[in-house]
């Protein structure tokens, strides 16, 4: 019995009647401690914690000893898949490439691995005094960001 990848299917099996529902990560330590952090379209709700739990919880091997623990993914956590950049369209994202460059912008969405930000600059007008508001959009493709997150601003 590998632990691990019926412990994955179980997960799978449980996410399938919620389709706005998404895993993220699946870890398992030596000692049977099972922490599944799952996401949603929609966000994730207590409920939903605990009927993927009682749903995987309910299949694991009685003589099995183990702890598990439901949750869902943090607002503040970079992002581990790319379905969560289209959940997260609208909102002020910060990208660093793995080149070491940040940018922070709105983020528009993400389509066949490449991610597109918009952000906002003053710049002096072409004629005359004063500046105006110019938008820009910046694109990046899933492979060259090393970590995008929400920036939560209060």
Do not use: W
Not at 77 to 96: A, D, L, S
């Amino acid at each position: 019995m590998n632990l691990v990848n019926d412990i994955n299917a179980l997960v799978n099996k449980a996410l399938e009647p919620y389709p706005a529902l998404f895993l993220i990560k699946l870890n398992i330590t030596p000692d049977n401690v099972i922490k599944v952090i799952i996401d949603g379209d929609n966000g994730v709700g207590i409920d939903d914690c605990v009927n993927i739990s009682r749903a995987i919880e309910g299949q694991i091997d009685e003589e099995t000893d183990f702890s598990l623990e439901v949750t869902s993914f943090g607002a503040e956590e970079p992002f581990v898949v790319p379905r969560q950049y289209q959940k997260n369209v609208g909102r002020i994202v910060q990208i660093t490439t793995t080149d070491g460059k940040v940018q922070e912008g709105v983020l528009k969405g993400e389509n066949n691995g490449i991610v597109v930000i918009e952000t906002e600059t003053r710049e002096p007008k072409p004629i005359g005094k004063g500046k105006i508001t110019i938008k820009k959009e910046h694109n990046f493709a899933l492979q060259d960001i090393k970590e995008a997150k929400v920036i939560i601003k209060f």
